[in-house]
């Protein structure tokens, strides 16, 4: 299975530590997306790549957030000086051509204590 | 600004009743419609979609009618199973390239 894929599936943190994310998407896949979602809510869209290019962003993606594609294939999302409400689950996604079609990854659930 | 509402859950149904789970949304122009299904501890899954109005989108026995005069995409099935049991998104796409989702309808289907 080649399915967009997330490292780490779980991640504990303290208050104040930086985090940092990555998503592997469908080979090929030119469109990556970044969701956050907390428990009861359905996914927040947070940053959109299409290739290396990072083309919006959330009014969510607060300074403390920055993601990167750098070669256009993985993304990282790092979290600086994380804060307790950032305990949520993040969710990767891709697409080729049609944005329409999105695939997800199994997503990382961060827990800030 | 864009939104999607769904209808609350939990649900509970009994094995082989028919389903239906509201979604209506708000948006300008003509958004594309979609309904996606997170089964326990996996990710999201697109289960249908439909891209203009009146469009049916269909898959497993699903089905949802883009609906823009009642604003509406409305989940059904006419027999659920077992496996049919997660969580289901409704959830939009428009120009800007987001989706905005809904809070999700948690379904339990008991043997």
């Known amino acids: 299975d080649t399915g967009v894929s997330q490292d780490p599936r779980h991640k504990i943190t303290k208050r104040g530590q930086n985090v940092t994310f990555r998503c592997d998407p469908i080979?090929?896949?030119?469109?990556l997306y970044w969701y956050r979602q907390t428990l009861g809510q359905g996914p927040e869209f947070l940053t959109y790549?299409?290739?290396?290019?990072?083309?919006?962003k959330s009014r969510l993606l607060s300074d403390r957030f920055s993601a990167e594609r750098p070669k256009g294939s993985f993304s990282t999302l790092e979290i600086q000086r994380t804060e307790q409400g950032d305990s949520a689950m993040y969710l990767c996604?891709?697409?080729?051509?049609?944005?329409?079609?999105?695939?997800f990854g199994p997503g990382t659930r961060l827990t800030v204590l | 600004g864009d939104s999607v509402t769904q209808m609350e859950g939990p649900v509970t149904l009994s094995e082989e009743a028919f389903l239906t789970i509201n979604c209506t949304y708000t948006?300008?122009?003509?958004?594309?419609l979609f309904w996606y299904v997170q089964y326990p501890g996996e990710g999201l899954q697109l289960l249908l979609k439909?891209?203009?109005?009146?469009d049916k989108g269909s898959n497993k026995g699903f089905e949802a009618t883009y609906r823009k005069e009642t604003t509406s995409f409305h989940l059904e099935k006419g027999s659920v199973q077992v496996s049919d049991s997660a969580v289901y998104f409704c959830a939009l796409y428009h120009t800007g390239n987001q989706f905005y989702f809904g809070t999700g309808t948690s379904l339990t289907v008991i043997p």
């Open positions: 948006a300008t122009g003509y958004p594309s």
């Open positions: 790549f299409q290739n290396e290019a990072q083309l919006e």
């Open positions: 439909a891209t203009k109005a009146d």
């Open positions: 080979s090929e896949h030119n469109r």
């Open positions: 996604a891709s697409s080729l051509g049609d944005a329409n079609t999105q695939y």
